[in-house]
């Protein structure tokens, strides 16, 4: 096995970052170095080493782009990665021009989160995953 992308999460609601680091604490891709509530936090705690990979929680739009502008400017080289709930056709448009690297509904498996993350984490483009959507059939 190669060696593990360091990762933060950021998310304000602590039981989902909770739930995010028990669920990737055995996987051998991804290792979760620390967790912060918003980017402020990161702004006021000390990183030696910048993580390869920012898990953003599942925000609003509108603050997750405001989120990982801050997150670039503190972590300029990490990739920054977005689990989001719901997007509008709008919202989608203000996610694809932010500094988000990837873009995942939060209701994904999570074999297809690390599927998806190892796309974003060995491409130099943008990965946007977008929810099962239910069509019926015509009449």
């Known amino acids: ?14 039981l989902f ?9 055995d996987n051998g891709y ?7 509530a918003s980017s402020a936090e990161i702004a006021a705690s000390v990183i030696l080493i910048e993580p390869q990979l920012v898990i953003l929680g599942a925000l609003a739009a509108e603050t997750a782009v405001i ?3 801050e997150i670039r400017k503190l972590l300029p080289t990490s990739k920054i ?3 989001y709930e719901s997007v509008s056709p709008s919202d989608f448009d203000k996610v694809r021009q932010s500094p988000i690297d990837g873009c995942l509904p939060s209701s994904v498996s999570f074999e297809t989160l690390i599927d ?8 130099n483009g943008r990965t946007m ?3 099962d959507v239910k069509r019926g059939l015509p009449h």
């Open 1 to 14: 096995m190669g060696s593990r992308h360091t990762t933060i999460i950021v998310e304000p609601r602590l």
């Open 17 to 25: 970052r909770e739930g995010l680091k028990s669920l990737m604490a």
């Open 30 to 36: 991804y290792h979760i170095v620390s967790d912060f």
């Open 67 to 69: 989120e990982a502008v």
């Open 81 to 83: 990665v977005l689990l």
């Open 116 to 123: 998806a993350l190892a796309l974003i984490m060995a491409g």
């Open 129 to 131: 995953v977008l929810p």
